[in-house]
């Protein structure tokens, strides 16, 4: 693979390939820092496609098998090229420049957004990995990726969080808190909570989905 300074990655299956060109399509409209894409087992119609996108700059992929989709994030992470690396879902409406993003990123740390709805609705802190940035490969990256590959939780987010929920001081350690408005998630929009500065919104979950297909379709 070649190497960046910065990059935004991406990745999905055959399942969610379908928000991959909506997803691309928002985000070029704003940026132009390079984006790779790493595949967790499109289809071979997807490939073609994604081999044509001139702001894809590269494609990859992780060793990892009878793993779900869930689980290749840390691992997509794990092998970024890149000396700085965001990550971001594809159900993600990029809504305007986010380069600035990677002057938040520390060593040694997870740069994420606080999943505030969760945080309300569990009593907890919760973070949210649909925004996950890194400068480096911190240590706290490696377990999460040695973690799930052992784990029968339902997906990294909770991975990581049974990692740091147990000491405060764990999460502090581990954690960069980025502001909202790089992941405004949908149930914020349930809960009253929106804003005109945000930069990206989130459409999480099923419903979500349903969001995103309304979004095309009206596009």
Known sequence: MNSYDRAFITGCDSNTEWQLQWFLKNYTKHNDTPILFCDF???????????????????????????????????????????????????????????????????????????????????????????????????????WFDNTLKSTQVGDQEVLHEMVRKDPLTRMRYIKDLPNKYNWLRLQLLDGQDSKHKLIMHWTGMKGNNEIRKLIYND
Request: aromatic share 10%; glycine share 6%.
């Open 41 to 143: 087992g499109v289809t071979q119609e997807m490939q073609f496609w994604i081999a044509r996108q001139s702001i894809v700059a590269e494609v990859y992929k992780v060793p990892l098998q009878n793993k779900s989709g869930w689980f290749y994030k840390p691992a997509a992470l794990l092998h970024s090229p890149a000396k700085e690396t965001v990550w971001l879902d594809t159900d993600m409406h990029v809504l305007g420049d986010i380069s600035d993003i990677f002057d938040y990123l520390e060593e040694d740390k997870l740069a994420m957004v606080e999943d505030k709805p969760w945080s309300k609705r569990r009593g907890e802190t919760w973070h949210n990995s649909g925004t996950v940035g890194i400068k480096g490969k911190p240590s706290i990256l490696k377990q």
